[in-house]
């Protein structure tokens, strides 16, 4: 069935030495203009602008076959404006010239990564810089800052995220031509091929490692950017992921933005859709121990998922093994995660072990982590905090 194809879908290691310097943690906005070419699908039928023909559009993607929904590619070649907030380091020590990138799931943003701003123990972005990383959290293409004038369904697509950050990435690896010394790599700037630096003034620097961190289907994504491009990447860590659906989506209501909340979004595509319901976001995303308030918080400030999102997440596109890729990995998903994960820590485990196996043959070992009393934002959890503290103990040791 289609639905269940498309993805709705510590402490570091060693004691910190007491010379190292501490210095305030620093976010600011910054803006790429990524060049970007990539391969969408075509579909049989395109809702037009009303919220009746995005239902109707929905409908048959999830019951109509793969092979007569999806008719041919739609060439996408332009430039895109990516936006997101570049945090420095709290510390200074041997990951300093490490970036994170930080890639969110459907109905998300680049705030998802501050926790909302509930406070620091929801905050991947702290967590990370405490460890002395780099961290870039981007708003995807068509979310948060990023422009909505974009086509809902034959832009906004998988095969565009994955080309997007691709070269996200090219932009900020430093290349093998500058200098392996920190001092003189943190001012190297990758250029494109006019000669025009893509990375902006507010990080004016390059990166010898780059870690992909993704939740939900940003998970997705990085797996699909590690198939097509292995060496993009030096380690995942994939959040809110497997690569068993059982299904529960088919129960959850999506709505025109425009149409739900036109506060936020008046003048939005019709294509770009929100939960219908509270009580579907909240059992989707949070069960266990979680604070009301973050629920009430997390409903207030939803994001979009687009129709071409839905439309271009089979598992055939998202799922394929990442051959050739060689990095570190680690998944962690919450036990109750209804989609993701089975309501026990064994059988979860042992579903993440197997994505693991399925996705990256050529990783000698996927770290797992299943995460009680947690569902698919385990973040937003009470225990987010502890389990951010203890993926960053495991990934400070590779």
């Not at 430093?174 to 990758?190: D, E, I, K, L, M």
Request: proline share 4%.
């Amino acid at each position: 069935m289609w639905l269940k194809k498309v993805l709705v879908f510590l402490f570091v290691a060693g004691a910190v030495s007491e010379q190292l310097e501490h210095k305030r943690e620093n976010c600011s906005p910054v803006v790429f203009n990524l060049p970007v070419v990539a391969s969408n699908l075509a579909f049989a039928r395109n809702p037009s602008n009303t919220e009746a023909s995005v239902q109707d559009f929905l409908v048959a993607l999830f019951t109509t076959p793969t092979s007569e929904f999806i008719t041919g590619t739609h060439p996408i070649n332009s430039t895109f404006a990516l936006h997101g907030v570049y945090c420095t380091p709290q510390i200074h020590n041997q990951h300093s010239n490490t970036l994170q990138i930080l890639i969110h799931g459907i109905t998300y943003n680049s705030t998802l990564w501050s926790g909302f701003h509930f406070g620091s123990q929801y905050s991947w972005q702290h967590h990370s810089t405490s460890h002395g990383y780099h961290t870039l959290a981007i708003d995807r293409l068509g979310h948060g800052l990023n422009s909505r004038e974009l086509d809902p369904t034959l832009t906004i697509q998988t095969p565009l995220h994955v080309e997007a950050h691709h070269q996200l990435v090219s932009a900020l690896r430093c290349s093998s031509s500058s200098s392996s010394s920190s001092s003189s790599a943190s001012h190297s700037r990758p250029t494109t091929a006019l000669g025009k630096p893509n990375v902006p003034e507010g990080v004016g620097r390059c990166f010898h490692r780059i870690i992909m961190t993704g939740h939900s289907y940003g998970s997705a994504l990085i797996a699909a950017q590690a198939r097509h491009y292995p060496s993009d990447a030096d380690a995942l860590i994939l959040t809110g992921f497997s690569t068993y659906l059982s299904g529960t989506t088919t129960s959850l209501e999506f709505i025109s933005a425009s149409v739900h909340d036109p506060n936020r979004f008046r003048g939005v595509g019709y294509g770009y859709m929100n939960f219908k319901h509270k009580s579907d976001r909240d059992a989707f995303y949070l069960s266990g121990h979680y604070d009301e308030r973050i629920a009430q918080v997390d409903w207030d400030t939803q994001d979009i998922v687009s129709t071409g999102e839905f439309a271009s997440s089979s598992a055939e596109i998202l799922w394929g093994a990442a051959k050739g890729y060689k990095g570190n990995v680690v998944i962690v998903t919450g036990v109750y995660d209804k989609e993701f994960c089975k309501p026990t820590r064994k059988e979860c485990e042992e579903i993440l072990k197997e994505t693991g196996k399925t996705l990256f043959p050529d990783v000698k070992t996927v770290e797992t982590l299943a995460v009680d009393e947690t569902a698919h934002n385990w973040m937003l959890h009470f225990q987010g905090g502890k389990v951010m503290e203890r993926v960053h103990g495991i990934v400070g040791m590779w």
